[in-house]
């Protein structure tokens, strides 16, 4: 098996996306976010994705029902049965050839989730949650934007990530250096509650490309209206916001700046320009 082979199998089982990075090149990455913490032998994580079907946003664009469209196809079932299969025959395609694969999800996860003791010194506690984005970035996929979102040049904020750990020998893929995301302020000046900081900025992303982003108050982000789905424990109760206003100005402009590969008949923003009045709580 070489990286060739791999990334062909990966678009056959279902993955719009594929890069692969080194291990000793995430060696900077704390204990409870490193991937060798998981599998100490691993020379490289993988990480894929599988577009989210733009159809699926159009209802909540529109002012419509969302619930039967985008959290099922494009968040909660695209997640744990979609991609999950994906991911899963990438692993068995992988363990069939005599390589283990350590099958991850991509969740997102507030800092300080450890729930455990080490079993040893030196040892990280459970339980370790790698950063999707930082791996994706440095996979070469694409950049952490404004709105705090994952973007990539085929679509935008519309895909979903998993990863995988394996101990074969592939070559790694360029990580990516932001270009997508510039002199653009669509997503904060769409934001019906104010959520993002025009002044305190916070640093993210794979350490060699890392992008300045705003800080965004998510205990705002909870109460979103506009597209927002706020999740359970089994996602750690974060805000989904890829449907949300923000996310759906970030798609609106980077089409209109012809910056995704993906191509439509039809505009995205179909609409007036959001109404914070009807969409969202004011922030005051």
Excluded: H
Excluded at 232 to 254: K, M, S, Y
């Amino acid at each position: 098996m070489n990286t060739a082979e791999l990334k062909q199998a990966a678009k056959r089982f279902g993955a719009d996306l594929i890069g692969i990075v080194s291990t000793a090149d995430l060696a900077y990455l704390p204990l409870q976010e490193n991937p060798l913490s998981i599998f100490p032998q691993a020379t490289c994580a993988i990480v894929i994705g599988k577009r989210i079907p733009r159809g699926t946003i159009r209802g909540i664009e529109q002012g419509a029902e969302f619930a039967n469209s985008f959290s099922q196809y494009g968040f909660l079932t695209m997640e744990d049965n979609f991609l999950s299969k994906t991911t899963y025959d990438i692993t068995i395609w992988m363990e069939a050839r005599g390589f283990e694969a350590v099958p991850l999800f991509a969740y997102d996860a507030p800092d300080g989730n450890a729930c455990g003791v080490p079993v040893a010194p030196g040892k990280a506690a459970p339980n370790v949650m790698l950063n999707a984005k930082v791996l994706a970035q440095a996979a070469g996929l694409g950049e952490i934007g404004k709105n705090g979102l994952f973007l990539t040049p085929e679509f935008g904020p519309r895909q979903r990530f998993a990863m995988l750990l394996t101990d074969a020998e592939l070559e790694p893929d360029k990580p990516f250096e932001p270009y997508l995301c510039k002199n653009c302020n669509a997503c904060i000046d769409a934001c019906p509650l104010e959520a993002f900081s025009r002044a305190d900025k916070a640093k993210v992303g794979f350490e060699k490309f890392a992008s300045t982003i705003p800080f965004r108050n998510n205990t705002m982000c909870t109460r979103c209206k506009n597209g927002a789905i706020q999740t359970n424990e089994g996602r750690f109760n974060t805000v989904e916001r890829i449907a949300a206003a923000c996310g759906r100005a970030c798609i609106a402009a980077l089409e209109e700046r012809g910056l995704t590969k993906e191509k439509f008949n039809l505009p995205f923003r179909q609409t007036a320009p959001w109404s914070k009045d009807i969409f969202g709580e004011k922030a005051n």
